[in-house]
């Protein structure tokens, strides 16, 4: 299930990168998945050690590039 959920959320980026998009797309992509990790995500007491909520955001962040980022090139590397 978790795959499939992971799947979703990379068609996009995927999608993105095949059809040679700018940055920008990508981008605001990425921004929004960062803010959706933020309050859908695992919640700080449920984290170990605690972080704060600007600490879970870029976490967050840093997952939504991430994720994106592979996206991205996966679709640019096939078109």
Known sequence: MNALITLALMA??????????????????????AVVLFFKGPRAAE??????KPMMFLMGAV??????????GIGYAFS
């Open 47 to 52: 984290v170990q050690g605690n972080p704060s």
């Open 63 to 72: 997952l939504a590039s991430g994720m994106t980022a592979i996206g991205y």
């Open 12 to 33: 996009y980026p995927i999608y993105l990168g095949y059809s040679g998009a700018d940055l920008a797309r990508p981008a605001i992509y990425a921004a929004v998945l």
